[in-house]
């Protein structure tokens, strides 16, 4: 069973950056990040591929976030630039299918705890 586990996150003004880290037990394939606002749904954030080549994003975070991975640490990445209140959540990395990045949650196996991200105004 792989296990994941997220760090950096933390309280940034609004038009800071955070970078996010989550590390695996494991080699792992899709990568996924997701987010969860309160009161609101997990949503999808990003996906990377398991060579690191093919990423996806939400609209909301195009041109502002980057995700990437360095599979010799078995670690994915989420660089997060002009941050904004409204990105404000728990971040989750999350493992999924080999051979093509899903946005669905119900389509990662293993999720790791979650970190907070809080931009203030």
């Known amino acids: 069973q792989v296990q994941l586990v997220e760090s950096g996150g933390g309280l940034v003004q609004a038009g800071g950056s955070l970078r996010l880290s989550c590390a695996a037990s494991?080699?792992?394939?899709?990568m996924g990040w997701f987010r969860q606002a309160p009161g609101k749904e997990r949503e999808f954030v990003s996906a990377i591929g398991s060579s690191g080549i093919v990423t996806i994003y939400t609209d909301s975070v195009k041109d502002r976030f980057a995700i990437s991975r360095d599979n010799a640490k078995n670690t994915v990445y989420l660089q997060m630039n002009k941050l904004k209140p409204e990105d404000t959540a728990v971040y989750y990395c999350?493992?999924?299918?080999?051979?093509?990045?899903?946005?669905?949650?119900?389509?990662?196996?293993?999720w790791g705890q979650g970190t907070q991200v809080t931009v203030s105004s």
């Open positions: 494991e080699h792992t394939y899709t």
């Open positions: 999350a493992a999924g299918p080999v051979g093509y990045l899903p946005r669905g949650t119900d389509t990662y196996a293993y």
